[in-house]
Structures are given as C-alpha cells and as structure tokens.
T-cell receptor, first 112, second 115 residues
Framework: GNSVTQMEGPVTLSEEAFLTINCTYT??????LFWYVQYPGEGLQLLLK?????DKGSNKGFEATYRKETTSFHLEKGSVQVSDSAVYFC???????????FGPGTRLSVLP | GAVVSQHPSRVICKSGTSVKIECRSL??????MFWYRQFPKQSLMLMAT?????????EQGVEKDKFLINHASLTLSTLTVTSAHPEDSSFYIC???????????FGSGTRLTVV
C-alpha cells in the first residue's frame, strides 16, 4: 500500500538555523509528492510539490527533491524564521486524480 | 488562485445534535471534493470522497450513516455529523480538485467540539 513516514517532532530551532525534515514514502507506481504547511488555527497550504523523479520543488526558501532511488522527499530550508513555526506534512498522491496520503506531520518551532 | 471556503470555522454543539459543515469552491468548479479528519497532534485521515451528483465513497471504518455527505452542485459539498458525540470532536478539513496540474486546494477547516 501507499504510506508516508516523517521524522517525529517537535523540532525546535533557533532563528536562522538550517532545517531538514525527513520524509520517506512507499508507493506503487510513480506518485507525486507534496509538502503542506499548517499554521496555528488554519487549514493546509501547499508549500511545494514534485511530480517526477529528480524534480525539485521550491517555495519561500524551502526546497525538496524527489529521490526515487531512496524514496525520499526531504524538506530543507537554509535559514528559518520565527514565522516558519507550523506543522509540516509530507504527502503523496498515487496517481493523477486520486487523493492524498499524508504523513503524521512534524511540528516546527522556531525561537527568536 | 483557487479558493475553497469552509464554514463554520468553529462550532460547539450539544451531544445528540447534528452539525452541518459546508465546503465551497469559490472560483472554480469541483467535481470531486474530499473530507478529512484530523485528531489532535495527528495527521489528516481521509474520511470520504465526495462526487458531484452521486454518492460519496467512504473510507474503511467511516460510518456513512453518521457522516452524511452531499455534493449537490459543482461548487458545494456538505458534511453533516449526525447525532454527534464527544468522540466526534475533531478538526474537519475539506479539499477540492480544480483540475489540471494537481490543483488541490484545502479549506481552512472546521473545529467541532461536542459537549
């Protein structure tokens, strides 16, 4: 079956620190991969996505590369800000038009 | 960009009553919408897929008689929690697919508290 595994949080960093949130997946076929962010009290927002192997998704300083050989889609940011404090969800969509399988989420807290 | 409006954002209801949550696609038509449930500090779990003009498809373990889904138009899907109990308290989020290149948009969610 399809599944997504994320590193357990919470992750606490100081402002301007480097961020990595690991994500690995199991899927049949060639899924598309996503990172969603949920700020306190809000719904999910798409952060970035990649639809095929070796694609790199990027947005707001965040990056993630679709690695088929390691079935991974790790999220990185070179310098986090307090405003990046949120819960980050890695997700996959097995095939076009199908729904998402979400990871458990990783809570990030950035301290000033 | 695509916007999905979800109402209400918060609702408190008494045990035994029913609550309706609306999910609207504001600037696009959505033939398919999805309803998720999020328990505290946990991930989103898909409850059901709502298809315009037909019956919803429920995930295993989701009681379809308790969580009624109606997708009567291309811009509106509703989730009704019937005879709510405290264990139904949760965060419910809908999403809609705009089409094209994975145009999924999520609503802002509804926090339901059953007292």
């Amino acid at each position: 079956g399809n599944s997504v595994t994320q590193m357990e949080g919470p992750v606490t960093l100081s402002e301007e620190a480097f961020l990595t949130i690991n994500c690995t997946y199991t899927a049949t076929g060639y899924p598309s991969l996503f990172w969603y962010v949920q700020y306190p009290g809000e719904g999910l927002q798409l952060l970035l996505k990649a639809t095929k192997a070796d694609d790199k998704g990027s947005n707001k300083g965040f990056e993630a590369t679709y690695r088929k050989e390691t079935t991974s889609f790790h999220l990185e940011k070179g310098s986090v800000q307090v405003s990046d404090s949120a819960v980050y969800f890695c997700a996959l969509s097995p095939t076009y038009g199908q729904n998402f399988v979400f990871g458990p989420g990783t809570r990030l807290s950035v301290l000033p | 960009g695509a916007v999905v409006s979800q109402h209400p954002s918060r609702v408190i209801c008494k045990s035994g009553t029913s609550v309706k949550i609306e999910c609207r696609s504001l600037d696009f038509q959505a033939t398919t919408m999805f309803w998720y449930r999020q328990f505290p500090k946990q991930s989103l779990m898909l409850m059901a897929t709502s298809n315009e003009g037909s019956k919803a498809t429920y995930e295993q373990g989701v009681e379809k008689d308790k969580f009624l889904i109606n997708h009567a138009s291309l811009t509106l899907s509703t989730l009704t929690v019937t005879s709510a109990h405290p264990e139904d308290s949760s965060f419910y989020i809908c999403s809609a697919r705009q089409g094209g290149d994975y145009g999924y948009t999520f609503g802002s969610g509804t926090r339901l508290t059953v007292v």
